[in-house]
């Protein structure tokens, strides 16, 4: 069974830097895109960052250039290290499973949730 | 960047048929994939691929695209098919995905 758990979110202040990780088992990271999206309050869907199978990255225009996806294959985890944090990035990020050859994604942590607030 | 628009609400009885559409320029030519997002729980993959139902969603949900518009088409709706539903592609220009705003599915 295919399962991803998120962790790493918190409280940090505007500016402040966290780093969140995405455990997966059931799947292999290194063999797969995986995706982060996440969701403000009460808002909708934004897709967040992805990283190829062969170790590219791509990145939303509004985090590119503070935040930087990586895996880690002996430990089959993907992380998300977020720097210059704005009140604006407060969400649930959800780590995913993206499908290589349709783009969608299959497979959805349950999400960890954080709040940049002084 | 390429651009979704769905309906905020879309309001409808029980066993009756929800449509939720999802616009956007020449999206016939894309592949449009959909998920429905409950309270509290993490949004699940429900169609994929325009038309193509992942294993354990049943057939009264399909999805049609052509033009400029996307359609998931929810048959027979119950009280629990209530949730938040978004539509999402790849923007192979910029190698994103995108999502739509989202659509409230209400049981009345």
């Known amino acids: 069974d295919e399962q991803l758990v998120e962790s790493g979110g918190g409280l940090v202040q505007p500016g402040g830097s966290l780093r969140l990780s995405c455990a997966a088992s059931?799947?292999?990271?290194?063999?797969?895109?995986m995706s982060w999206v996440r969701q403000a309050p009460g808002k909708g869907l934004e897709w967040v960052s992805l990283?190829?199978?062969?170790?590219?990255?791509q990145y939303a225009d509004s985090v590119k250039g503070r935040f930087t996806i990586s895996r880690d294959n002996s430990d089959n985890t993907v992380s998300l290290q977020m720097d210059s944090l704005r009140p604006e990035d407060t969400a649930v990020y959800y780590c995913?499973?993206?499908?290589?050859?349709?783009?969608?994604?299959?497979?959805w942590g349950k999400g960890t949730t954080v709040t940049v607030s002084s | 960047s390429y651009v979704l628009t769905q309906p905020p609400s879309v309001s409808v009885a029980p066993g009756q048929t929800a449509r939720i559409t999802c616009g956007g320029n020449?999206?016939?030519?894309?592949?449009v994939h959909w998920y429905q997002q409950k309270p509290g729980q993490a949004p699940v993959l429900v169609v994929y691929?325009?038309?193509e139902r992942p294993s354990g969603i049943p057939e009264r949900v399909s999805g049609f695209n052509s033009g400029n518009t996307a359609t998931l088409t929810i048959s027979r709706v119950e009280a629990g098919d209530e949730a938040d539903f978004y539509c999402?592609?790849?923007?192979?220009?910029?190698?994103?995905?995108?999502f739509g705003g989202g659509t409230r599915l209400t049981v009345l």
């Open positions: 995913a499973r993206d499908h290589a050859l349709g783009h969608y994604m299959d497979v």
């Open positions: 059931g799947l292999t990271v290194r063999n797969n895109y």
């Open positions: 990283i190829y199978s062969g170790g590219d990255t």
């Open positions: 020449n999206i016939g030519e894309r592949s």
């Open positions: 691929d325009d038309n």
């Open positions: 999402q592609l790849w923007d192979s220009t910029t190698d994103h995905r995108v």
